[in-house]
């Protein structure tokens, strides 16, 4: 039996641990993008939705995710890759209780909350694995039912939920609003598409 998964059933698990090597010695996620730290623009984007909790995975970033409603639990070893702090999140959320994860990146600013509800309501229930995409390439933010937790806790490295992602349905976006700032040069297109 498929059920609707409602915001308010889901843990929103935020990945901030990135190392940003590919940005030099700056952090990302604080660099100005109109008036505020990169990484806030997903939050404020996102805080109106009723999620059961907010999860913040974050490794050395000053920001204070907690101030804006998230729990934040340190990712001790970014180094592992994207599938170290996807682990800690969803070991945190199925202590929680929750019928399902959505996981986002907080260096995708324009992310937006009808983009989310939209995956909620391509999901099918538990089993559901919901991915974003351009057209072209999956990415996230990407939905996981409780049923898929098991299979998220066993990844490894950097390839994170990939194949997972790969092989689940998918939901396009324009391609400027799933836009990820890894180096420098992202971070100024970015600034051009205002």
């Not at 915001?7 to 990302?28: M, Q, T």
């Not at 994207?82 to 800690?88: A, E, I, Q, R």
């Not at 199925?94 to 309501?121: F, K, N, Q, S, W």
Request: glycine share 8%.
């Amino acid at each position: 039996m498929s059920a609707v998964l409602t915001p308010d059933r889901c843990v929103l698990i935020l990945l901030a641990a990135g190392r940003s090597v590919r940005f030099g010695d700056l952090d990302k996620l604080q660099q100005d993008f109109l008036g505020k730290p990169l990484a806030f623009h997903v939050v404020t984007a996102l805080e109106a939705m009723p999620f059961k909790a907010r999860l913040a995975i974050c490794s050395g970033s000053d920001l204070d995710f907690a101030s804006r409603g998230y729990r934040v639990i340190h990712n001790d070893d970014p180094g592992d890759g994207m599938s170290g702090s996807v682990k800690l999140g969803v070991a945190a959320a199925r202590e929680i209780g929750c019928d399902a994860v959505v996981i986002a990146l907080a260096d995708m600013p324009r992310v937006t909350a009808t983009h989310i509800y939209r995956l909620l309501e391509a999901a099918s229930g538990r089993d559901a694995v919901i991915a974003s995409s351009n057209g072209v390439h999956p990415t996230p933010p990407a939905v996981f039912g409780a049923d898929q937790f098991e299979a998220l806790l066993t990844l490894e490295g950097e390839e994170g939920a990939r194949a997972m992602v790969r092989a689940g349905r998918h939901v396009i976006a324009p391609e400027a609003e799933l836009l990820d700032v890894d180096r420098p040069e992202d971070l100024e297109r970015l600034r051009s598409l205002r």
